[in-house]
């Protein structure tokens, strides 16, 4: 079975400190990958989405970036965090079938102070 | 792109009660309907999805309903208990299989 793992699962940031998440999924390969944030009582805000080792898509312009450098890994990344990006940050993997669900991990939610 | 809206925002019912949420896309392409419960502090997780060859769905007390000609989907909770109490998402994966976009989710309060 796949999992999907996360980490840290707490964060507290000063503004203008560096910031790098975690995700790693087990159990598939070459899985599409996913970053969202939801701010508080929010919906889901696509920040990037993977399709291979190497391929980013940005979705939203911002201070944040992401990388895969292996199959199953995805990092998002912060120079210098902003007060606003705090907010509960939600790593996904789907299949590359068009009719494949999507699976969420269990979250980072960070504080930026 | 494709459009996903999902209505209510917030709803309560009486525990025993029904509940219905409702959601419509924009993008006649996409070709895959999941829904997620979210608890508080946790990820979203998938309770039931929908594909378009389909027009309804059940498992247990959940069910899903497919209109594709009008383009919308809606969620059904019968027997509602407190445990059902959440922030439900729609969403609808795009015909390129690589996004998924999401309704703003309705949280649902389940009144014992």
């Known amino acids: 079975s796949q999992t999907i793992h996360q980490w840290p699962a707490t964060l507290v940031q000063p503004v203008g400190s560096p910031l790098s998440l975690e995700c790693t999924v087990e159990?598939?390969?070459?899985?599409?990958l996913y970053w969202y944030r939801q701010a508080a009582g929010r919906g889901l805000q696509l920040l990037f989405y993977?399709?291979?080792?190497?391929?980013i898509s940005s979705e939203v312009p911002q201070n944040l970036s992401a990388s895969r450098p292996q199959d199953r890994q995805f990092i998002l990344s912060s120079k210098k965090l902003l007060l606003s990006d705090s907010g509960f940050y939600l790593c996904?993997?789907?299949?590359?079938?068009?009719?494949?669900?999507?699976?969420f991990g269990p979250g980072t939610r960070l504080t930026v102070l | 792109g494709e459009n996903v809206e999902q209505h209510p925002s917030t709803l309560s019912v009486q525990e025993g009660d029904s509940a219905v949420i409702k959601c419509t896309y924009s993008?006649?392409?996409?070709?895959?309907f999941p829904w997620y419960k979210q608890e508080l502090g946790k990820g979203p997780q998938l309770i039931i999805d929908?594909?378009?060859?389909?027009g309804e769905k059940k498992d247990q007390r959940i069910a899903v309903t497919l209109n594709k000609t009008a383009k919308h989907f809606s969620l059904h909770i019968t027997e509602t208990q407190p445990e059902d109490s959440a922030v439900y998402f729609c969403?609808?994966?795009?015909?390129?299989?690589?996004?998924?976009?999401f309704g703003t989710g309705t949280s649902l309060t389940v009144i014992p």
């Open positions: 929908i594909r378009s060859n389909v």
């Open positions: 996904a993997w789907a299949r590359d079938r068009t009719t494949d669900t999507q699976y």
């Open positions: 993977s399709v291979g080792i190497g391929q």
């Open positions: 993008d006649s392409a996409s070709n895959y």
């Open positions: 969403a609808a994966r795009a015909y390129t299989g690589n996004q998924f976009y």
């Open positions: 159990g598939t390969s070459n899985p599409n």
